[in-house]
């Protein structure tokens, strides 16, 4: 009898247990090509990513190569979701620092003293589509909005016409350009 009982007991905790749903979780890098264009033509991107995958979400960090106008190298954060049932379909955004690269000075120029750019605010974000190849890999076709923000600082000296020089001090320059355009992407996905 109090084997039965203790059976009746733990039947409503049977009944009323939830399963476990299989939380797919693991780690995923992602190799990207792509062309980015606006006013000012189209060039090429490049991007690396890696991160952690957990169920419909992708969160992680990247180093990428940006050719659009002034050579940078953007730093960013990548987070992506994925939606409907089979996780195909992804909405991401990777906002990130501009690191900028290494450009020519304006040799021929006597007057300039020093040039050199700085860097700024950097968004690539957009929707994609996934297509599987086995259970590790994947190819994606993205298309989406990036945002390149750089400066460039010019400090000139101009010589002296007529004597006494009262305006030694340099002249400097700081420009400011944000570059908004429409980017392409072909990426391959490994891992969950």
Known sequence: MKKAAIVLLF??????????????????????????GGESGVSPVFQLSAGKKYHRYFYGIGL????????????????????????????????GYNIPG????????PITIDERQRGGFYLDAGIGYR?????????????????????HVTSYSYPCGFMPCTDTEPHKYDRRYNYNRITTRLSWEIGR
């Not at 039947?11 to 980015?36: E, S």
């Not at 297509?131 to 923000?149: C, D, I, M, N, V």
Request: proline share 5%; charged share 15%.
């Open 11 to 36: 039947i409503p905790v049977g009944l009323f247990a939830q399963q476990k749903r299989a939380v797919k979780t693991g780690w995923r890098g992602i190799a990207t090509a792509g062309v980015t």
């Open 64 to 95: 990428g190569y940006d050719a659009y106008e002034f050579n940078s190298f953007p730093v960013f954060a990548n987070g992506s979701v994925s939606i409907g049932k089979r996780q195909l379909v992804y909405v991401y955004a990777m906002p």
């Open 102 to 109: 290494k450009f020519t000075k304006d040799i021929e120029n």
């Open 131 to 151: 297509f599987p190849f086995g259970q590790y890999h994947r190819l994606s076709f993205s298309a989406g909005y990036a945002h390149k923000s750089v400066g």
